[in-house]
């Protein structure tokens, strides 16, 4: 690898950059979910029963080691927390 190329370069040529990146997002989402829990005070079982879900999925959705999350879990947390999702595809 040539010097000058960016971290993105080698994590592609090791064939993991999708894998880190998604892991990198999941981890970024699931500090704000628990950051914005702490600021309403909420715990575990009440946002996990203002998602209308089970505690299951909620530790699902903050386990940073998961990436395997949908959007529709995400949307879920976002809107009992009173929050919005914002997705964008970067060039």
């Not at 993991?16 to 702490?38: D, N, P, S």
């Given at each position: 690898m040539p010097i000058g190329s960016d971290f993105d370069d080698f994590l592609k040529a090791q064939?993991?950059?999708?894998?880190?990146?998604?892991?990198?997002?999941?981890?970024?989402?699931?500090?704000?979910?628990?950051?914005?829990?702490?600021?309403?005070?909420?715990?575990?079982?009440e946002l996990a029963r203002r998602m209308k879900t089970s505690r299951a999925v909620l530790d699902r959705l903050l386990d940073e080691k998961n990436p395997s999350v949908t959007l529709s879990t995400i949307t879920r947390a976002a809107s009992a927390l009173g929050r919005r999702i914002r997705l964008e595809l970067a060039a």
């Open positions: 064939r993991i950059y999708e894998g880190c990146t998604a892991r990198a997002l999941k981890r970024v989402v699931a500090w704000q979910i628990v950051e914005a829990m702490k600021a309403q005070g909420l715990t575990k079982a």
